[in-house]
């Protein structure tokens, strides 16, 4: 037996290695295969029983990199466009191994005065970035997920709040169940964070017009309407997953301020919008929301977990989240986590590297690689754009014009699965107005026209081994 103390030498030898191998991966990034050829099996070369021995840090980081790197996705490369997952840039990178160095515990100045000042400079700069009022606070979360979780709680309190209840202190005891709407957009994370709250997954009223999602805003205020005054939560969407479509976020902060409802903003991406005056009008409105969410390992390029919490009232955030004890200094960080990652060292180095200016020409490039892809699609004989592309996401089939309709899903999903495992360019499958598709995000800092191409390129060349398959069969 050895004690990790006794091998406190090997410290920089395991550094040094790390850093080693992390840089050869980087260095090969753009050019490496999405998904390694025999991924499964790398991973399976981990498994097996406790070691009962020492090896020490070098033996164990050597297997990690020797068998973990070829079982790992290259998500944070350029031609990962599945899940609307973004990479990291070299300042938040080189923040993030910071703050593994430093571990620091967020959750108290009293713990890391360093973490939760750089917290609060971060949630400033952010509400700057988004053009949000300064006025506003926030934290900074997991991810989107945890963030809505975040939100949705002070909304819930709010709502209880209007039926005369500390629902933090007493529960759901005599609330009735509480109306919320929103349209066809609503994320499974809102619905998840509401099931989480006791709330339901099946509490969400859709609102929808049509097979895509669309708000029926008509249907909303009538809904509004019909509660005669009694408070109601409406999520509104900027940015859904399929097409990067947005709900209509100013006539829905109408309706909610003339029949007095919290309006909640799932801003997982499409938040960046608002960076740019190209987009910005399709998140018109978000500033007179209750809460706004956004998550910082999809657009901003920050390493997972990472996303942001934003309200414009938060004392109920310290309402719902704040917990004490006779040992704690009392000036913790309000949200779900107690021990809290120092997350904000990376998003404070991205954000104070490249500045507003940096992410706008980011967000700018990427509608341009969308609309590059929008224009192939459209061009090419067997490929079908099913819907607009007001922002990242171009969603589209491969639509061969000898294939009748009736056999395009089954023949997309086979392609789909074909994609996936060809590794070249990471695309996932959705269904679109009851149709299977492709719907590639561009959200990568490393993502250029030449890996946009690929995508039509890997598509088309699968589509047509698939169609000669069927034939030999």
């Known amino acids: 037996m050895t004690d990790p103390l006794l091998l406190r030498g090997e410290l920089d030898q395991a550094l040094a290695y790390a850093v080693r191998e992390a840089t050869r991966y980087l260095g090969e990034l753009d050019e490496s295969p999405v998904l ?53 840039t070299p300042a938040a990178q080189g923040a993030d191994w910071l703050a593994s160095t430093l571990d620091q515990n967020a959750f108290s100045a009293v713990s890391s005065p360093l973490a939760v000042r750089l917290e609060s400079v971060a949630i400033a700069w952010l ?19 945890t963030a809505n979780f975040t939100a949705l709680a002070a909304a819930r309190r709010w709502w209880a709040e209007r039926h005369g209840v500390d629902i933090d202190e007493r529960g759901f005891d005599g609330l009735p169940a509480p109306p919320i709407f929103s349209s066809g ?39 509004l309407e019909a509660l005669g005054g009694r408070p109601a939560i409406v999520i509104g969407n900027a940015g859904e997953v ?17 029949y007095g409802a919290w309006l909640h903003v799932d801003g997982a991406f499409g938040l960046f919008a608002r960076l740019t005056p190209r987009a910005s009008g399709l998140a018109s409105g978000v500033e007179r929301a209750n ?13 997972y977990d990472c996303g942001f919490a934003f309200l414009r009232d938060p004392a109920p955030l310290h309402a719902t989240f704040g917990f004490s004890a006779a040992y ?21 180095a991205t954000l ?6 940096g992410y706008r020409a980011m967000v700018e490039r990427h509608l341009d690689l969308a609309q590059r892809l929008a224009e192939r699609v459209d061009a090419s004989p067997v490929l079908e754009r099913l819907a607009e592309a007001p922002l990242n996401i171009v969603c ?44 590639p995000a561009i959200v990568n800092w490393r993502t250029t026209a030449a890996d946009v191409e690929l995508i039509a390129d890997v598509v088309v060349e699968l589509g047509e081994r698939e169609l000669a398959t069927a034939v030999r069969r």
């Not at 809460?291 to 390493?303: A, E, M, T, Y």
């Not at 104070?352 to 200016?357: I, L």
């Not at 491969?398 to 060809?422: H, K, Q």
């Open 291 to 303: 809460s706004v969410i956004s998550d910082g390992h999809k657009w901003l390029n920050v390493p």
């Open 242 to 258: 399929n097409a990067g479509d947005f709900d209509p976020i100013e006539p829905m902060a109408d309706l909610a301020e003339r």
């Open 396 to 439: 589209f089939r491969f639509r061969p014009p000898d294939v009748d309709e009736s056999e395009l899903d089954e023949l997309n999903a086979r392609i789909g699965r074909a994609l996936l495992a060809d590794g070249r360019v990471y695309v996932g499958t959705t269904r679109y107005e009851g149709r299977v598709a492709f719907r």
């Open 127 to 145: 509400l700057d970035l988004f053009e949000l009022p300064s006025s506003w606070g926030g934290v900074l979360t997991t991810g989107a997920t």
């Open 352 to 357: 104070r590297a490249y500045g507003r200016s």
């Open 185 to 223: 957009y609503v994320h499974p994370s809102a619905t998840k964070a509401l099931a989480m709250l006791g709330l339901g997954r099946g509490s969400v009223r859709v609102v929808a017009k049509d097979a895509a999602g669309r708000l029926d805003e008509a249907g909303l205020e009538s809904a």
């Open 36 to 88: 390694p050829a025999g991924a499964s099996d790398a991973a399976e070369e981990l498994a097996g029983s406790l070691p009962q021995e020492s090896d020490g840090a070098l033996a164990a980081l050597t297997e990690l990199v020797e068998h973990g790197l070829g079982a790992a996705t290259r998500s944070s490369g350029p031609r990962f466009f599945h899940f609307v997952t973004g990479g990291v």
């Open 328 to 348: 704690l200094p009392g000036d913790e960080l309000p949200g779900p986590e107690a021990s809290r990652r120092a997350r904000s060292l990376a998003v404070w």
